[in-house]
């Protein structure tokens, strides 16, 4: 699995959007039992904390130190830096094993084989992640040449199962239900600049390039943004739900 995101963790965690709760509600519901949850790839926690108010403990990992500095201490959470596809944990200990925004980073057959070594019988793993934002056709068709012809050939190859909304990615379970739920935010254009500044591909720019790309990117949208202060601003999150 690869940590692109140590280098950025605070803008991370402040920028990066939630998920909304009718996926969390979706997931519950083909939960058998609360007792114990697997957060993996945590980042600052986001998901880790969600699933707190629900089960009894919940183990959070990550590869990055600084994304896990960023997060949320509950009681009932652990966190620890691990890679997705070893960890620490016993066999049969998880009821719930969930993924948000990262599994195309892993690799998948090692983390499918750790997936079934510590998913007790029956558990259930939840993967999902979230596709290019929508505002409106004139902003969206900016931001889509941006995504293409800017910073498009500095994203990772992995990029590409985001795209094809995990089409290509194995999912060795009984698969349960796959979905599609809406997040939306009403956001000023310097919170959109804010949340793409966060992207790999435009830290891989600037690091290429010697300047940051959004810049030039924020001078694009004000001629289209209109008077208004705040827009909203929709993620669509694509989900998978499978039994172990």
Not at 27 to 41: E, L, M, R, S, Y
Not at 156 to 174: G, M, W
Not at 202 to 225: M, Q, S, T
Request: aromatic residues 14%; contains cysteine; negative net charge.
């Amino acid at each position: 699995m690869k940590d692109l995101f140590s280098g950025h963790a605070t803008d991370y965690a402040r920028y990066r959007p939630n998920y909304p709760e009718t996926l969390y509600q979706w997931v519950f519901k083909h939960v058998q039992h609360f007792g114990k949850a697997w957060d993996c790839a945590t980042g600052n926690g986001q998901v880790a904390t969600v699933l707190a108010k629900h089960f009894s403990e919940v183990e959070a990992t990550d590869l990055s130190q600084a994304q896990i500095s960023q997060a949320v201490l509950l009681p009932n959470i652990h966190y620890q830096v691990s890679p997705a596809e070893t960890t620490p944990f016993d066999a049969n200990t998880f009821d719930l094993i969930t993924v948000g925004q990262a599994l195309h980073w892993f690799d998948f057959e090692l983390f499918n084989k750790e997936v079934k070594r510590v998913a007790k019988k029956g558990a259930i793993i939840a993967v999902w992640g979230y596709e290019l934002l929508t505002i409106s056709p004139e902003i969206d068709a900016i931001i889509q040449d941006f995504y293409q012809n800017t910073i498009g050939d500095y994203w990772d190859p992995e990029r590409r199962h985001i795209e094809n909304l995990y089409a290509d990615v194995p999912f060795p379970y009984n698969t349960l239900k796959k979905s599609i739920f809406l997040q939306n935010y009403n956001w000023s254009l310097t919170q959109l600049c804010h949340y793409l500044n966060t992207w790999s591909s435009v830290r891989k720019f600037e690091k290429a390039n010697g300047y940051n790309p959004i810049e030039a990117l924020h001078d694009r949208l004000i001629g289209v943004w209109g008077s208004a202060p705040r827009r909203l601003v929709t993620f669509p999150v694509f989900a998978q739900l499978g039994e172990v």
